[in-house]
């Protein structure tokens, strides 16, 4: 993972807590039982970003609140445990820590247990969460310590974090910064979907939408405002923005009238709307990857595979007809 990005080693302790307080923030590293072997890749884009993170060695890890930012630690092998005041999570490839902003606590990380650590800064996740439930608000969320990455939610959040590597991973690509956007602010609902919080809590009694009536109208808007818009720069949560209505709400109405939900019929849309482009242009003057970049495509390789399953052939073979 972040291939293309310079990896960073540090093999003394003082070395090591020095580089993470950098990164992260002030925190206690003790080795539990000979000293660290820390590698670390990093690859960060305005208020999102990745760690591939590793001590080599078990490490006891004593932070004060993160504060300003939010974490999400998964463990690519081996466990973890994280202890909140009298809370203890224990961590693994199926189970994520995500350590609270307001509070001390202490990680036990056992010997050659890399995680891949998802960064969201504070206000973004807030932004995000007040749109996606309006919430008037949304500085009293607090996410639960634990996030499930076998359920529907947990692996949907997967996914996304995959496609916004995909995308910080290729930090040059041309229309890279509409990549991104799009990436990042998928990752961060289907982050607040997968995760218990307090609001998600004192939305349990909210009720879907009552009518196939209202879900058809509201679902006839979805569909009016991605058309008279450019659809490469919408995303689920501008168009419930537009639409005036919360995140839930729009998903709801959109899946009882299709059966998908806005994030798919969007990527959908810009299928098509990729494949217009590359039977309309001319091979000479244009490639595959500006079409499929500029249509908020960020891994050409995934693009073509799905692309061909769509449409029965490749990009290049439409760009060549």
């Not at 189970?95 to 307001?102: E, F, H, L, M, N």
């Not at 890399?114 to 007040?130: M, N, Q």
């Not at 996304?160 to 990549?179: M, Q, R």
Request: one cysteine or more; charged letters at 25%.
């Amino acid at each position: 993972m972040l291939a293309t990005r310079q990896g960073v080693r540090a093999g003394d302790v003082d070395e090591a807590n020095d580089l993470i307080a950098n990164l992260f923030c002030a925190h206690t590293l003790v080795p539990l039982e000979q000293g660290v072997q820390l590698t670390l890749r990093s690859a960060h884009a305005g208020p999102v970003g990745l760690e591939l993170l590793n001590y080599g060695e078990g490490v006891r890890i004593s932070p004060v609140g993160l504060g300003e930012f939010h974490l999400v630690q998964i463990p690519l092998r081996g466990r973890a445990r994280m202890r909140v005041g009298g809370t203890v999570v224990e961590s693994s490839p199926q189970r994520a820590t995500v350590p609270p902003i307001d509070r001390d606590f202490v990680m036990e990380w056992k010997d050659d247990t890399p995680h891949l650590i998802v960064y969201v800064d504070r206000e973004e996740l807030l932004r995000v969460a007040s749109v996606m439930w309006s919430i008037e608000d949304p500085s009293r969320l607090r996410l639960a310590p634990g996030l499930e990455l076998g359920t529907p939610a947990g692996q949907a959040f997967l996914r996304s974090v995959l496609e916004l590597h995909d995308v910080l991973d290729a930090p040059n690509a041309p229309n890279g910064e509409l990549s991104r956007k799009l990436a990042a602010e998928l990752m961060v609902s289907r982050l607040l979907l997968a995760v218990d919080s307090s609001v998600a809590r004192s939305l349990e009694s909210w009720q879907a939408p009552a009518t196939s009536h209202s879900s058809d109208q509201t679902y006839r808007r979805f569909v009016a405002a991605a058309e008279q818009s450019p659809i490469e720069d919408l995303t689920p949560l501008e168009i419930a923005r537009m639409l005036g209505m919360p995140l839930r709400t729009l998903q709801e109405h959109v899946h009882r009238a299709s059966g998908s939900t806005p994030s798919v019929l969007l990527r959908e849309m810009r299928f098509r709307r990729a494949h217009e482009r590359l039977r309309g242009s001319d091979p000479s003057r244009t490639t595959v990857t500006a079409i499929a970049e500029a249509c908020g495509f960020g891994h050409l390789g995934r693009f073509a595979g799905e692309y061909k399953l769509r449409f029965g052939e490749s990009p290049a073979e439409t760009l060549r007809r």
